[in-house]
C-alpha cells in the first residue's frame, strides 16, 4: 500500500507550526519560557492541532530539530566523503563532529530547547543514539585502543548545546574558533597528530 501524503492544510500547518516555533525560539531569553499556546498562537493554528501532530512540546521541538537536521543526516548515512559511510574513519569521525557543530552553531536555539526538553536522559534520545552509533562505527575501524562507544561519547560532549552556547555568548568565540578547537580536541583524541580540514 502506497504511503499516504499529507493533506495540503495539514502539510501548510506543519510548516507554519515548523516557523512560528523557530522564530520563538530564536528570540526567547530561555528556550523555557516558549509554550505551545504561545507557538500556536503565532502559527496561527489551535493547541489543539499542535497536541494532534506532536503530542507535547517535548515531541515539537523534537520534530523540528529533526526536520532542520535532516539534510546532515542524509549527508552522514548516505552521502559522499567526508561525512559518508565510505570515508576513511580518521576523515569521518572529525567532519560529522562538525557538521553537528556548525548545525548546533546555526540552530543554537533549537539545540537547547532540545536538550533543555527534560526528557528521560539525553543518551537515550533517537537523534543522540543515532550520531553516536555513527561515530561509535566509525571509531571501531580505527585500530588502538577499545572503547568506542565511550569516546564517541566523550565526543559529543564536546559539541553539547549549552557548552557551545557558553563558547560563543560567554566567551565570545567565534565560529572559526569553535570548530578550530573542535579539531584539535578531536584530532587528539584520535590520536591523528593534525587537525583535519
Known sequence: MPER????????????????????????????????????AAAGVGKATL????????????????????PARSAAEEGPAPLGPAAPPLVRVPALLDALLCFKL??????????????ASPYLAEHYERWHGLLRSALEEIPGPAGSGYTAHALLAAIRADLVEHLVGQERMSREQVRAHLADFTAGVLGSGASQG
Open 5 to 40: 501524503k499529507p493533506r495540503k492544510d495539514a502539510a501548510r500547518n506543519r510548516a507554519a507550526v515548523f516557523a512560528a516555533a523557530d522564530d520563538l525560539f530564536a528570540h526567547c531569553e530561555s528556550p523555557e519560557t516558549v509554550t505551545m499556546a504561545d507557538i500556536a
Open 51 to 70: 497536541f494532534r501532530a506532536f503530542g507535547d512540546r517535548n515531541g515539537l521541538i523534537r520534530a523540528l530539530y529533526e526536520a532542520r537536521l535532516a
Open 106 to 119: 546555526d540552530n543554537r536555539h533549537l539545540a537547547l530547547a532540545l536538550e533543555g526538553a527534560g526528557s
